[in-house]
């Protein structure tokens, strides 16, 4: 349920009406905009006597919200939020560059690599330490060791730290990573979501391979149940029946979901082609659909990566993209 506040309306008095409906066994998030209050209750309203709120004189109106998800329903939250990584801002107007390898090689690789992407303009580095791979036998990232090789490579940089979080068990290694990725196998592991959840981190919560956005959102909200509202979503492409592309990049998921949440949304052209050349163009498009940020896979010896070489751009290339992107955003924000 959703209390829309009149205009100017005094602090007191909102307080006043926070206390009552919290008595009421509610949680209430309040969203001050700039024009608006919006206050949203979470939990069993059913009970709640809606003709009595909106009798109240501060009240402009009340409304039900049907949709299951809740605190990350722009319904509750009409201002688009901004999650702050260090000095680095993600949402509301600002736009990321994440960048780096699929996977933590080596420190002179890491290294590398993050000052490639630096000095072509990315906002933060990106690096599995920990990988889900579809097959066993494959290289399963380098573990504790790979965010320690993460960690030197932000000394050198001073780029925050994006990293794949696979299981419970590992979040405290995950202390000196800055945004803690979800990948989209773990979407749905929901103790995975509740032990995130607690943190006062920002998440970076990546789509399903065969999930709705609806799903997706119903997964941010367990995480923001929580506490942590620092949540960032990822469209990475989807599972369809075509299969020259490694998934199909649902961009109208972007403009679907700014319509239905305030957290930012960022994309991921790596994944959702697995194919170098088309990263460009699709890094292209995700921008100008107005998203907040892209996630790309850069490596500085595709061919001997281990772990997704095929769908990595040489720094150069990265390089050439972003002066891309930056004319693309400079044309979709002049007045
Ligand atoms: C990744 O970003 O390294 C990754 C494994 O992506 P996804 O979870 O989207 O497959
Ligand atoms: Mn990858």
Known sequence: MIVVLKHNVQKEKRDQLVDWLQDQGLTVHVSQG??????GLVGDTSRVDMALIESLNIVDSVKRITDPF??????????????????????KGNFVVIAGPC??????????????????????????AFKPRTS??????????????LEIAK?????????ECMGVDD???????????IGARNMQNYELLKAVGKLDKPILLKRGLANTLKELLMSAEYIMAGGNEKVILCERGIRTFDDYTRNTLDLAAVSMLRELTHLPIIVDPSHATGIARLVPPMAMAATASGCDGLIIEVHNDPMHALCDGAQSLRPDEFDKLMGRVKRIRDIITEE
């Open 70 to 91: 809740k605190k990350s329903n722009r319904k509750f939250h009409p201002d688009d939020t901004i999650v702050e990584v260090g000095d680095v801002k993600v949402g």
């Open 34 to 39: 700039d024009y608006q209050t919006v206050l």
């Open 103 to 128: 996977s933590v090689e080596t420190e002179e690789q890491i290294v590398t690599v993050a000052k490639a992407v630096k000095a072509a303009g990315a906002d933060m580095l990106r690096g599995g």
């Open 171 to 181: 979040l405290p290694l995950f202390e000196n990573v800055d945004v803690i990725q």
């Open 155 to 163: 000394a050198e940089t001073g780029l925050p730290l994006v990293t």
């Open 136 to 149: 066993p036998y494959d290289f399963q990232g380098l573990r504790a060791e790979g965010l320690r090789l």
